[in-house]
């Protein structure tokens, strides 16, 4: 054969193997999976924002990275998920599906004689992302204490 004819034929073998090499390649282990493996799209996306606004300031009425009170807080998370919720704790646990047993993203709500006058989102493993009050900032906190549990009043679920 001549040179010119066997020229396009070598460079299609040199292509195949190349390309077989690439296919023969193993492939790198998936990372295991977090803790938070198996939450919707949405839970996720309330537990990320909430997880970024640790940090900002309280601030009474405040529901942007500005500044936020505990609803406020619910209130931004939620949205970023593409869920509404009521702007009061209050009127978010009254109306607001109860739950049980609450997931990671759900929220948790604290008060005194029925009327809620604090709300957290839960974290997961008895942590509760909120924003505490004046002069201080989001923070994640353990629930394992007796104020909360001498205050909790229940535990409600709106994402899927």
């Known amino acids: ?3 010119t004819r066997l020229s396009p034929l070598l460079m299609m073998l040199t292509l ?3 390309l077989a090499g690439c296919a023969s390649k193993e492939r790198a282990a998936l990372p ?3 803790p938070q493996a198996g939450i919707s799209l949405e839970r996720a996306l309330i537990l990320s924002h909430a ?3 640790i940090g900002t300031p309280y601030r009474f009425g405040g529901n942007t990275p ?3 009170d505990c609803s406020g807080l619910v209130e931004m998370t939620y949205r970023a998920a593409g869920i509404p919720v009521p702007r009061t704790a209050d009127a978010q646990f009254r109306a607001l599906p109860q739950v049980d047993a609450p997931r990671p993203g759900d929220l948790l709500f604290f008060g005194d004689g029925g009327k809620a006058t604090h709300v957290g989102i839960y ?3 008895r942590q509760m992302i909120h924003a505490p009050g004046s002069g201080r900032a989001v923070v994640s906190v353990p ?3 007796d104020y909360w549990n001498q205050r909790f009043l ?3 679920s709106l994402a899927p």
Request: glycine content about 16%; proline content about 8%; overall charge neutral.
């Open 32 to 34: 295991a999976p977090s």
């Open 123 to 125: 974290r997961g493993n």
């Open 154 to 156: 229940g535990a409600a």
């Open 1 to 3: 054969m001549p040179f």
């Open 143 to 145: 629930l394992d204490i």
């Open 66 to 68: 500005g500044g936020l």
């Open 16 to 18: 195949f193997m190349v």
């Open 51 to 53: 997880q970024q606004a």
